[in-house]
């Protein structure tokens, strides 16, 4: 049985033989789609049963947040919800923060062992996976600056006490079921209200949402 179903998308090939033949040998993943035009790519995403989509960092034309960036609106546009992971030639805090800030799940480096990759993807398929908020304000004082959104202060601004709650705990890293048992709620709502404020910030990933609430120590 296939637990998860793997896309990768990068122009170099040797990479993704290696990546689809770490993949392949475990008995609950399999690679559905391998794609080296990044045009392409933004084109037949969405179109798959994907779990996870691993983005390689420069694509002929398109370089790697570039595509991240129109890939992950083309897979939110088209209701698919499959887990971006974005990696390059090295782990380092800007080549993270950039993945996240234009829409990616998580980041990784190809110096990472197969072990970390293999553990990433299980971690980064869970619905309501969000980076620890600590770790997102580090690199948002970091590396961003402050950006924010007319159409999301508008809606917090009419947020009730419930749902005002629900947004804290979401920027202490609580998982969905966490604050729908904390605040005895359905878990339905906690997602919904999640998932609204990000389509009124404009955005597709709840890693974007939380680096624009997130404030900046004063």
Known sequence: MTDFRIGLIDSNEMVRSGRTMIFNSQPNMQ????????????????????????????????????????LTKALYEAKNDCAVIA???????????????????EFIGLDSNASELLGLVHKVTK???????????????????????NHLE???SELNDV???IVEL???????QAIAKQ????????????????????????????LLLLENPA
């Open 87 to 105: 990696y390059n030639a090295f782990t380092s805090g800007r080549n993270r923060f950039d993945a996240l800030f234009w829409g990616a799940q």
């Open 183 to 210: 605040l005895q709620l359905a878990r339905t709502r906690v997602t919904q209200l999640i998932h609204s404020l990000i389509q009124s910030a404009a955005v597709t990933s709840r890693n974007q949402l939380a």
């Open 163 to 165: 749902q005002t709650k």
């Open 170 to 176: 979401f920027l202490l890293g609580e998982s969905d």
């Open 127 to 149: 619905r309501d996976f969000l980076v620890s908020p600590s770790e997102l304000l580090k690199l948002k004082n970091e590396f961003g600056a402050r950006v924010t959104s």
């Open 31 to 70: 690679v559905v789609l391998e794609e080296s035009d990044p045009l392409r790519a933004i084109e037949r995403a969405p179109e798959y049963l994907i779990d996870v989509l691993l983005v390689g960092p420069s694509q002929f034309s398109l370089r790697g947040l570039g595509l991240i960036e129109l």
């Open 154 to 156: 508008l809606k917090l």
